[in-house]
């Protein structure tokens, strides 16, 4: 279990607090396009204003790579924010994020006001863990909450490097929410524990699906990785996606999973098309029967069948990639399935972010899951295992 200090188990009044958000939104002529990341760090910031503490936020924007870009400024997301608190965020303007009107804005806060500083990728150390940044970071607070996990794989100045120049560091609601379902469902899952895992390529779930066949009951792999499992077996696939150098670990997972106990399911049938485009000729095959110039883009009706009722009884699941190309209507139709049977279950359903998440909203059935993350990276080194920097670096109870 992991168990880290949240901002329930400190005192900030009259302490100044610097908080890692996420506010990495789309932007496009200056104007907030989507803001559901500023939203989800609202309960956080009300908590501390509400505790009384002065509250310096910080977060990165898109790629600046070090050099101070107009257009990557944060100076919207401080506007927008002021609203969606109802009180003054004071932006502090500096290309060197912590600078003169920085440190006059925290030398002149009450307690409950709140600052926003630019862009912390304006510094070219923050994606290298430059100990001057940190330093600069750490000068400006007393306390400092992490609430990004979007970067919470990554050792930044902003979310690891500061947190050894300050005695208190914690973890706001979101990676609380994080740690507590996405860590603790793989780590301690109330079983059955079915895993879903899509998208195109083994190569990238390679450490997960290896982690995942020591934890769960059931392992179920549809997307275009599961052409890779189907030709290891001597299936006929077409023009499918494909990793021939993973055959032989496909083979290996498949014997660990009958040695383990583990279901692991696989297509039975597949939805294929003539052509990669939505209006391409179609027509639905049993899984290794792909005849060559067709490529598989989903899975078909008897799979659907099988996925969702693998689902029904289970206590946790977790689905991390899509089914098939969710992207193009005529072929979305397995992902909605999976999104439906998910929706239905009592079981405690949590979506690796990433495509899965977008599936999941798009299609309608965010509000029916338990959790979707906000890390789609981040999720994914949960699900294999790993210890996050971001996590780590937070204070123990």
Not at 97 to 125: C, F, H, S, W
Not at 142 to 163: K, Q, Y
Not at 341 to 347: E, M, N, P, S, Y
Request: with cysteine.
């Amino acid at each position: 279990m992991l168990n880290k200090k949240s901002v329930d188990d400190i005192n900030v009044k009259g302490k100044k607090v610097l908080v890692r958000c996420d506010f990495n939104v789309p932007l496009q002529n200056g104007k907030i396009t989507d803001e559901n990341r500023l939203v989800a760090a609202l309960p956080t910031i009300k908590k501390l204003i509400a505790d009384g503490g002065r509250i310096i936020l910080c977060s990165h924007l898109g790629k600046p790579k070090g050099v101070p870009k107009p257009e990557l400024s944060l100076a919207p997301v401080a506007a927008r924010l002021s609203e969606l608190l109802g009180q003054e965020v004071k932006f502090a303007a500096d290309p060197e994020v912590v600078g003169p009107n920085a440190k006059a804005a925290v030398e002149a806060m009450q307690d409950g006001d709140v600052i926003l500083l630019e862009n912390t990728r304006y510094r070219a150390e923050e994606t290298k863990n430059g100990e001057a940044f940190s330093k600069d970071l750490a000068s400006l607070c007393e306390v400092f909450v992490n609430d990004a996990f979007g970067t919470a794989h990554r050792a930044h100045c902003s979310n690891v490097g500061v947190t050894q120049f300050v005695d208190t560091a914690v973890v706001g609601y979101l990676m609380q929410k994080e740690i507590d379902f996405l860590g603790n469902a793989v780590n301690n899952p109330e079983r059955p524990f079915v895993a879903i895992l899509g998208g195109a390529k083994v190569s990238s779930k390679i450490s997960v699906i290896n982690n995942l066949l020591d934890k769960v009951d059931t392992l179920i792999i549809g997307g275009g990785m599961s052409y890779t499992f189907t030709k290891a077996q001597g299936g006929n696939i077409g023009d499918s996606l494909c990793e021939p150098d993973y055959y032989q670990y496909a083979l290996d997972m498949l014997k660990k999973a009958e040695e383990k106990g583990v279901k692991l399911l696989l297509p039975v049938d597949n939805k294929i098309g003539d052509a990669f485009s939505n209006d391409c000729n179609q027509q639905i095959v049993p899984t290794g029967e792909i005849p060559d110039g067709w490529q598989g883009l989903d899975i078909g009706p008897e799979t659907e069948k099988i996925f969702s009722d693998a689902v029904k009884d289970a206590k946790t699941v977790v689905w991390n990639g899509p089914m098939g190309c969710f992207e193009m209507p005529s072929f979305a139709h397995g992902t909605e399935a999976v999104a439906k049977a998910l929706a239905d279950t009592d079981a405690t359903t949590i979506i690796g972010g990433g495509d899965s998440a977008a599936a999941v909203n798009i299609l309608g059935y965010g509000d029916k899951m338990t959790h979707i993350s906000t890390g789609g990276g981040a999720s994914l080194e949960f699900l294999e295992g790993k210890e996050l920097p971001g996590v780590a670096a937070a204070n123990d109870k």
